[in-house]
């Protein structure tokens, strides 16, 4: 059973576009929803995070929207550069459970 | 600060063996999880541990293990290793008290099994 379902599984984006990322839970007890971001050859790195209290977090060009009633969220970036070219992976937790539950990633990639 | 780090970096090891490894923590954080990245299955949590107990377990066989030493270092095991055990392996750590999701992560110990 899969509890956080990401999509697209892959985007291509032109320099300059906003890049969405969507991903919608199951599990209603989930209250922490972070978002990572994972290079070739590295371990995931924390982006951004939001709480089910807020319905948005935006953190430079990156901006969290959440919406509860629907159970969703979703990774906006803002003027996309080739450097954000990466796998993004979207998270939840309950709790102070330290158990993160990913969904499969999206492979972006920004053209020049 | 140093980041976590993991030892080795790259495994390669034969069906039915066994295999330890190693995961050193951002200094001062004391909760370490495990978690196996495929192409197929994605990420998905091994357990964490904290204080030298486990804390968390996935739901993966008894053939994987783990365990935290009190300088909150931590290995993890797996035993009569299988093709389908071929994975990256990610250490990630935290704060206690800290968000749960505010895990920091390691660069991975690639296991190949054949």
């Known amino acids: 059973q899969q509890q956080v379902k990401q999509s697209p599984q892959s985007l291509i984006v032109q320099k300059g576009g906003i890049s969405i990322i969507n991903c919608a839970y199951e599990n209603t007890a989930f209250d922490y929803f972070p978002w990572y971001q994972q290079f070739p050859g590295k371990g995931p790195a924390l982006l951004i995070a939001i709480r089910p209290d807020v319905s948005e977090k935006k953190e430079g060009r990156f901006t969290i929207s959440f919406n509860k009633s629907a159970k969703q969220f979703s990774l906006h970036i803002m003027d996309s550069q080739p450097g954000d070219s990466a796998t993004y992976f979207c998270?939840?937790?309950?709790?102070?459970?330290?158990?993160?539950?990913f969904g499969k990633g999206t492979l972006l990639t920004v053209n020049p | 600060k140093a980041g976590v780090t993991q030892t080795p970096r790259y495994l390669i090891k034969t069906r039915g063996q066994q295999v330890t490894l190693s995961c050193s923590p951002i200094?001062?954080?004391?909760?370490v999880s495990w978690y196996q990245q495929t192409p197929g299955q994605g990420l998905q949590f091994l357990f964490e541990y904290f204080s030298e107990t486990q804390r968390n377990k996935g739901n993966f066989p008894g053939r994987f293990s783990g365990r935290q030493f009190s300088n909150s270092r931590s290995e993890m095991n797996v035993s009569t290793l299988e093709l389908g055990d071929s994975a990256l392996y990610l250490c990630?750590?935290?704060?206690?008290?800290?968000?749960?999701?505010?895990?920091?992560f390691g660069p991975g110990t690639r296991l190949t099994v054949t």
């Open positions: 998270a939840a937790s309950k709790g102070s459970n330290y158990k993160l539950t």
């Open positions: 200094s001062g954080h004391r909760s």
């Open positions: 990630a750590s935290s704060l206690a008290g800290g968000a749960p999701g505010e895990q920091y």
